[in-house]
C-alpha cells in the first residue's frame, strides 16, 4: 500500500496502520541494537526491574509484572531462567534474584543502548510535537475505550 505524504490525503489514513507500522519498526530496531550487545528486549526489563533492589527481588514478583505491564505472558520465564544461567542474576534460597557484577555491567552498556537507540529514533523531532503525539495517542485510546493509565 503506498500512502501519500499530502496533508489532505495523510489526514485520512488508518491511524490503526500508522501505530502498527511504528511499532513493528522501532521494536525491531531496538530489539536488534540489544542483540548486537547479547541481551533480548525482555531479557533487559528483567534487569532493569532487579537494578534498584539491595536486597533481591522475589522470582514471582518479577514474573508477575513482567506479565502484568508488559504483555509478555509465560514468555518471560525463559528469559529470567537464562540470565541465572549466564550468571546475570543469581536465585537466592529465598528465591529473590540478585544483579551479579556481570549483570550490572551488561545492564549498563544495555541503558547505554537503550538511551543511544532513543536519540536515533527521535532525532528531529522535538520534545514538544513528541508530547502532541503521545497526548494524542492517549485520547484515541481512551476514545476506543481502553485504558491510559500507567501500569
Known amino acids: ?24 519498526t522501532v521494536m525491531a530496531y531496538v530489539r536488534g541494537r540489544l542483540a548486537a550487545i547479547g541481551i533480548t528486549q525482555p531479557q533487559w526489563w528483567v534487569l532493569h526491574q532487579v537494578l534498584h533492589s539491595e536486597n533481591g527481588v522475589p522470582r514471582d514478583e518479577v514474573i508477575s509484572a513482567q506479565q502484568a505491564n508488559l504483555d509478555v505472558g509465560a514468555g518471560i520465564v525463559p528469559d ?45 523531532i522535538p520534545d514538544e510535537e513528541y508530547l502532541i503525539t503521545l497526548k494524542v495517542l492517549q485520547r484515541m485510546i481512551r476514545n476506543a475505550g481502553g485504558d491510559v493509565s500507567p501500569g
Open 1 to 24: 500500500m503506498e500512502y501519500s505524504h499530502d496533508d489532505a490525503e495523510l489526514v485520512k489514513q488508518p491511524v490503526g496502520y500508522w501505530t502498527w507500522a511504528a511499532n513493528k
Open 80 to 124: 529470567i531462567d537464562l540470565l541465572v544461567e549466564r550468571k546475570l542474576l543469581v536465585l537466592d534460597d529465598a528465591g529473590r534474584l540478585r544483579l551479579t557484577d556481570e549483570g550490572r555491567a551488561l545492564h549498563q552498556r544495555a541503558a547505554e543502548t537503550q538511551r543511544s537507540s532513543r536519540a536515533e529514533v527521535h532525532a528531529g
